[in-house]
């Protein structure tokens, strides 16, 4: 059997290299030692590069300890349009010179919508990883992914009940859904300790964004002052005896694109979160080109208890997040994430496709949007409460092993 995996985006590999994983541990358990060229799983892995800036992207590949892609499509950036249409062009090329048996692809993202397409107008069969999650938001282009990939795969794995309620609904047979769990928490089982091993201000030393007055033209003839920017109450209190610290992640455009929704974002987080504990901000490329055109940007440099990091790593970002006292994001997988960690969460979001992952599920994330009074108000309520890990139903570290059984098992 010949099997091509699709990866898109950031999102997509903590769910694909679990997968990757599964197959190897099946060839070699009962096809050594060709490693599944003969008689096992021939495995392709497809990089549509849509995610084009290399630090958030390499950085991903080798934490996660996931191969070169085999093949890259070198898609880029661009519009929706832009992004599916050169995906689909290369990809029909890579399927018909390749003859998979099935096309997997994982999660929402553009790459995720055009393989889909491509693959079952080459008469491939589908599988998608993390289907059913529905937000009822068609202003999200993730939406649109999900509902497309949806409804053209011949095998639908669910993380989770509800997500297959959705499907039901939509009318899926019952033979085509699969209940596996959250491929996402396999790669967080999997990477604990590594994550647990690093130091935090290492992470931040590492990354942190420097502002112009510590940038030296010649580092040979003057070092940088050590830890520079890092908050005097972080600094002093050592790993074991601080406070706390917040930790946030935005991205959508919902939330960075418009500066009447941004600067008061800002704001509060500048004036009142970073003034209770130290605010670590790993930021995107797009919020900080938008901090900078909303005239912000230097601010937040100038705030010694804001710290803003280059995009980080997946086991720096886990690491992070393992004793965060607050998690502030518009990140669907850090809602999912936070849930098992016992981290609370401030989603900064009006719905969810991830609704498990929310309180009045059991999980440790409340919707507050991107309307301040509702978030300070979430912020301080959330501050008096306690770790809280939670497992919804098979989130157990074994899902990727169900999705490749479900494969090798098809018979619709």
């Given at each position: 059997?010949?099997?091509?995996?699709?990866?898109?985006?950031?999102?997509?590999?903590?769910?694909?290299?679990?997968?990757?994983?599964?197959?190897?541990?099946?060839?070699?358990?009962?096809?050594?030692?060709?490693?599944?060229?003969?008689?096992?799983?021939?495995?392709?892995?497809?990089?549509?590069g849509?995610?084009?800036?290399?630090?958030?992207?390499?950085?991903f590949?080798?934490?996660?300890?996931?191969?070169e892609?085999?093949?890259?499509?070198?898609?880029?950036?661009g519009?929706?349009?832009?992004?599916?249409g050169?995906?689909?062009?290369?990809?029909?090329?890579?399927?018909?010179?390749?003859?998979?048996?099935?096309?997997?692809?994982?999660g929402?993202v553009?790459?995720?919508?055009?393989?889909?397409?491509?693959?079952?107008?080459?008469?491939?069969?589908v599988?998608?990883?993390?289907?059913?999650?529905?937000?009822g938001?068609?202003a999200?282009?993730?939406?649109?992914?999900?509902?497309?990939t949806?409804r053209?795969?011949?095998?639908?794995?669910?993380?989770?009940?509800?997500?297959?309620?959705n499907?039901r609904?939509?009318?899926?047979?019952?033979e085509k859904?699969?209940?596996?769990?959250?491929?996402?928490?396999?790669?967080?089982e999997?990477?604990?300790?590594?994550?647990?091993?690093?130091?935090?201000?290492?992470?931040i030393?590492?990354n942190?964004?420097?502002?112009?007055?510590?940038?030296?033209?010649?580092?040979?003839?003057?070092?940088?002052?050590?830890?520079?920017?890092?908050?005097?109450s972080?600094?002093?209190?050592?790993?074991?005896e601080?406070?706390?610290?917040?930790?946030?992640?935005?991205?959508?455009?919902?939330?960075?694109?418009?500066?009447?929704?941004?600067?008061?974002?800002?704001?509060?987080?500048?004036?009142?979160?970073?003034s209770t504990?130290p605010?670590?901000?790993?930021?995107?490329p797009?919020?900080?080109?938008?901090?900078?055109?909303?005239?912000?940007?230097?601010?937040?440099?100038?705030?010694?208890?804001?710290?803003?990091?280059?995009p980080?790593g997946?086991?720096e970002?886990?690491?992070?997040n393992?004793e965060?006292?607050?998690?502030l994001?518009?990140?669907?997988?850090?809602?999912?994430?936070?849930?098992?960690?016992?981290?609370?969460?401030?989603?900064?979001?009006?719905?969810?496709?991830?609704?498990?992952?929310?309180r009045?599920h059991?999980?440790?994330?409340?919707?507050v949007?991107?309307?301040?009074?509702?978030?300070?108000?979430?912020?301080?309520?959330t501050?008096?409460?306690p770790?809280?890990p939670?497992r919804?139903?098979?989130?157990?570290g074994?899902?990727?092993e169900r999705?490749?059984?479900?494969?090798?098992?098809?018979?619709?």
């Amino acid at each position: 059997m010949k099997i091509i995996s699709v990866v898109g985006a950031r999102p997509n590999f903590m769910k694909i290299a679990p997968f990757i994983k599964a197959i190897n541990d099946y060839n070699q358990a009962f096809f050594p030692p060709n490693g599944g060229i003969e008689g096992g799983v021939q495995h392709l892995l497809v990089h549509t590069g849509q995610h084009y800036d290399i630090r958030m992207s390499q950085a991903f590949f080798e934490d996660l300890g996931i191969p070169e892609p085999d093949i890259n499509l070198e898609v880029g950036s661009g519009t929706h349009a832009e992004q599916v249409g050169r995906t689909m062009i290369e990809f029909e090329k890579v399927l018909q010179q390749e003859k998979p048996d099935w096309v997997v692809v994982v999660g929402d993202v553009n790459a995720t919508l055009a393989c889909s397409v491509t693959a079952k107008k080459e008469l491939v069969k589908v599988c998608h990883i993390e289907a059913g999650l529905r937000s009822g938001d068609m202003a999200m282009p993730e939406e649109i992914n999900r509902l497309v990939t949806d409804r053209l795969a011949d095998l639908l794995l669910i993380p989770d009940r509800i997500s297959g309620d959705n499907l039901r609904k939509e009318g899926v047979l019952e033979e085509k859904i699969g209940f596996v769990g959250n491929i996402m928490i396999d790669t967080l089982e999997a990477n604990r300790e590594r994550a647990a091993a690093l130091e935090i201000l290492d992470i931040i030393n590492s990354n942190i964004i420097q502002h112009s007055t510590f940038l030296i033209p010649d580092s040979h003839l003057t070092p940088l002052p050590p830890d520079p920017l890092i908050p005097l109450s972080l600094r002093r209190g050592g790993q074991g005896e601080r406070s706390g610290y917040a930790v946030i992640t935005l991205h959508r455009p919902s939330n960075v694109d418009r500066e009447d929704v941004l600067v008061p974002l800002f704001r509060f987080l500048a004036d009142e979160v970073a003034s209770t504990m130290p605010l670590f901000w790993p930021v995107h490329p797009r919020a900080q080109k938008m901090m900078k055109q909303f005239g912000i940007w230097d601010e937040a440099m100038d705030n010694p208890n804001l710290v803003m990091l280059h995009p980080i790593g997946y086991l720096e970002m886990l690491r992070l997040n393992m004793e965060a006292r607050i998690l502030l994001t518009d990140s669907g997988g850090l809602q999912e994430e936070c849930t098992v960690l016992g981290t609370p969460c401030l989603t900064m979001r009006w719905n969810t496709e991830r609704p498990v992952t929310l309180r009045e599920h059991g999980g440790a994330s409340v919707l507050v949007g991107n309307n301040v009074e509702r978030i300070k108000k979430e912020f301080l309520d959330t501050l008096k409460m306690p770790r809280n890990p939670v497992r919804p139903e098979l989130w157990d570290g074994k899902t990727a092993e169900r999705c490749l059984e479900k494969v090798l098992s098809f018979k619709f």
